[in-house]
């Protein structure tokens, strides 16, 4: 079975960091992107930051450039997203998700995980 299993949210204060995983089974890891997407109460969901996603292997929208970084461990098929000096505008619920390199719609997703940064 495809699964993403998403964990390491919780509640921080402003300038605090999270460590959120995501662990892959079902499909050849090294094959997909793998994104962070997130969702605050009563907006859009936004695409935070990727990995093997283009030239640049990772991307990050602006408003997290130099404070989260991406990375994976194919081993342990496990995409890593590090959150520092968080924000109280971070707050939202963290979704990773997959799409094979070879195509532009996400075929998987895991089930969120709530990050609250309190000011």
């Known amino acids: 079975d495809v699964q993403l299993q998403a964990s390491g949210g919780g509640l921080v204060q402003a300038g605090g960091s999270l460590r959120l995983t995501c662990v892959a089974t079902?499909?050849?890891?090294?094959?997909?992107?793998i994104s962070w997407f997130r969702q605050a109460p009563g907006k859009e969901r936004e695409g935070v930051s990727c990995?093997?996603?283009?030239?640049?292997?990772?991307y990050h929208i602006d408003s997290v450039k130099g404070r989260f970084s991406i990375s994976k461990d194919s081993g342990k098929r496990t995409a890593i997203l590090q959150m520092d000096s968080l924000k109280a505008e971070d707050t939202a619920v963290y979704y990773c998700?997959?799409?094979?390199?070879?195509?532009?719609?996400?075929?998987?997703w895991g089930q969120g995980t709530q990050v609250t940064v309190s000011s």
């Open positions: 990995i093997n996603c283009g030239d640049a292997n990772t």
């Open positions: 998700a997959a799409r094979h390199t070879g195509r532009s719609t996400y075929e998987y």
């Open positions: 079902g499909f050849t890891f090294d094959d997909y992107t």
